[in-house]
């Protein structure tokens, strides 16, 4: 018999949590499993509870709940031999979407019952484990302003977004990796393990956990007219397509901005300093996955997506090659107007 050791966050997410032991005792095979329930009291207490059980030798530990509480199990089991699962009960459930693990407690069950467990790359951004997405710019000014709603879930994040995005300004960013330095304008920098963000929300559609590579994702600024454009990218897996995206991988990236702020990693905001260090732990941790899924295999939008994508780009080209006509002939029509003046 398997020992499986559940942690539960009786406060995590959108989903009401008090029918899962019953969830649990019913839908376990328990021919397979004994298991026990723990609850956390405190935030961190999840951790503690992870490292206690992975000192014990139990075989599996489950994080139930949102990504925050996933990070945090997960940060007590790596580089021990106790397995990651994971019962996706957040309001986003990045990891679990990219493992292909069901949202439904049911679902994901079932994938522990079938007990294919792999080890697979985890990442650090200034030393704090993650094991989905870290990122600087916009995306942590909104998580960060997520973290403070009293609201949570999807509706929640696109009004903060909404009522915010207009007004935030883009940054200054030197990414310095294993080929050379490189300055950017972002409207935000992200470093990819997994994926996506949640929610079906790719922002690393090619990114993959077994790799030994950090996928690093350069949004440049755009105007209220591109946003439709990021938006549908995002959700359609077409994100790396667009021109006002730069994508590449490393192994670990250095990244200097010009003061310090929010950063967030696995959604959870920290203010850190002007300089972030981001690296690849290759295959550190144990989890529990989707034996039908194949964490190599790029996520690719079909045929319909990748030609709306490709329309949208044609026509942000386009765009831009006018705006920059237009720049050059105002400053062309000064020149000439300065001589005439003179």
């Known amino acids: ?13 959108t989903k009401e949590k008090s029918e899962i032991p019953q969830q649990i005792e019913e839908h376990l095979d328990k021919r397979l499993y004994d298991y026990t329930i723990r609850y956390t009291e405190y935030a961190g207490h999840a951790r503690e509870i992870a490292e206690e059980a992975a000192r014990e030798g139990v075989d599996i530990v489950v994080a139930v709940g949102g990504d925050g509480t996933v990070n945090e199990v997960g940060c007590g089991l790596t580089g021990t031999s106790t397995a990651l699962g994971i019962l996706p009960c957040g309001s986003g459930n990045g990891l679990a979407r990219h493992l292909n693990i069901p949202v439904s407690i049911k679902g994901s069950l079932d994938i522990l019952n079938r007990n294919c467990i792999k080890t697979l790359d985890y990442c650090t951004i200034n030393g704090h484990p993650f094991f989905c997405t870290c990122g600087m710019g916009f995306d942590a000014f909104i998580s960060q302003k997520f973290s403070e709603s009293k609201r949570r879930g999807p509706a929640t994040y696109v009004e903060n977004v909404l009522r915010e995005g207009l007004r935030y300004q883009p940054e200054t960013y030197t990414i310095e990796d294993e080929s050379g330095r490189y300055r950017y304008q972002a409207y935000l920098v992200a470093c990819a393990n997994a994926s996506q963000y949640g929610n079906n929300a790719y922002i690393a559609p090619q990114a993959s956990m077994s790799d030994g590579l950090l996928d690093v994702i350069v949004i440049e600024p755009f105007d209220l007219l591109d946003a439709p454009q990021i938006s549908f990218d995002q959700m359609n897996k077409t994100l790396n397509k667009s021109v006002k995206v730069k994508t590449f991988t490393a192994k670990k990236v250095h990244i200097h901005r010009k003061q310090g702020g929010p950063v967030h ?56 090659s006018i705006n920059h006509q237009r720049r050059n002939m105002i400053a062309m029509n000064k020149k000439l107007i300065r001589k005439l003046t003179k």
């Open 265 to 320: 990693f696995d959604g959870d905001p920290m203010m850190m300093g002007t300089d972030i260090e981001v690296a690849v732990v290759e295959h550190g941790i144990r989890m529990v996955v989707n034996p039908d899924s194949d964490d190599n295999a790029e996520v690719t939008p079909n045929l319909l997506q990748s030609t709306i994508s490709e329309l949208f780009n044609e026509v942000s080209t386009w765009r831009s």
């Open 1 to 13: 018999m398997m020992q499986v050791q559940f942690i539960l966050n009786p406060i995590s997410g």
